[in-house]
């Protein structure tokens, strides 16, 4: 029995926040718990809404983000799944971490929960470790087919491009369907190999990679998906190379097959391009004879 209250019993059994009265006996209470037991007092208090409660434990400087183990995260994580808003943004302003929590709610498809940590100002695109990479949410909530999550993340300001460029590498077409019907821009430039590049662009150099000497049933498929969405075959990238530029430099002959009907659409029969891109073009027979078959003219652009 605990000398400051008759309720210890009622403690444990994490149905109350009932503590005692004074604070003196307060504070002697708190300090005679393990960092464990403080946290399943904040984290009963979360539950129940006991904002008061919260202020004195911080006060104590008991830690937000300390978990007792009896849920998968802390205080921040109790208040976010008991819908408890105002618990949760006192947490927050005492230092609780945010991104963490976010992450939990991903990993257990609460979109309601992401909401309301993303209407409390969490940081929609701060990377987190996910299976020891660095991730950010909107990649994690879309390889797991979280439509609700994703839709979430990016009506809150989720940069699309980072996450839609990861796809595109790895070749998921199902994340890129997914992101495109929620609005991603298909023609949003992003870091990639030391320049700003945009998807096209990024599977047209599919072909400089080693580890990948032609495109796959997937790429050619996701090139269609990004110019079905609008993706522009004329715009540039950092380097000032069109996705077309970018296939030809790379010997891309698979990419140029699917790129080049969009382009005779949008340009007419003349491909205007670099006298070294010509000779590249001139010296391998299956660019030689993409260009032919398309009865597309390689013209030196001045």
């Not at 003196?24 to 006991?50: C, H, I, M, T, W």
Request: charged residues 25%; hydrophobic residues 35%; glycine residues 4%.
């Amino acid at each position: 029995m605990d000398p400051c209250s008759n309720k210890i019993t009622v403690y444990s059994s994490n149905e109350t926040t009932d503590y005692p009265s004074t604070d003196l006996k307060f504070k002697s209470f708190v300090y005679s718990k393990s960092p464990k037991e403080q946290a399943r007092l904040l984290e009963n208090a979360a539950k129940a809404g006991d904002i008061e409660t919260i202020q004195k434990l911080f006060e104590l400087n008991v830690n937000p983000d300390v978990k007792s183990g009896d849920y998968p995260g802390g205080a921040l994580y109790v208040a976010c799944i008991h819908n408890q808003v105002e618990v949760a943004e006192t947490l927050i302003d005492h230092g609780a971490r945010s991104a963490y929590t976010l992450k939990l709610m991903i990993m257990e498809s609460r979109s309601d929960c992401v909401k309301l940590l993303l209407e409390l100002k969490a940081d929609p695109n701060k990377l987190f470790k996910w299976d020891g990479k660095e991730l950010r949410p909107l990649y994690v909530a879309c390889i797991h087919n979280q439509v609700e999550v994703a839709k979430t993340l990016l009506d809150h300001g989720a940069k699309s491009a980072y996450s839609l460029k990861l796809m595109i590498s790895e070749s998921r077409l199902d994340c890129v369907k997914l992101l495109l019907k929620l609005k991603a821009d298909p023609n949003e430039l992003s870091h990639w190999e030391g320049n700003k590049q945009r998807p096209l662009h990024i599977l047209a150099g599919r072909n400089g990679w080693p580890t990948c000497m032609s495109l796959s049933g997937n790429e050619r498929n996701i090139i269609c998906l990004l110019i079905e969405h609008k993706a522009n075959v004329l715009l540039k990238n950092s380097r000032k190379n069109t996705p077309l530029d970018v296939a030809v430099y790379s010997k891309n002959s698979d990419a140029l097959g699917v790129l080049l009907p969009h382009y005779k659409k949008a340009r007419g029969n003349v491909f205007y391009t670099s006298k070294q891109r010509k000779s590249m073009i001139r010296s391998k027979a299956n660019m030689r004879r993409t260009f032919r078959n398309f009865k597309v003219k390689v013209v030196v652009d001045r």
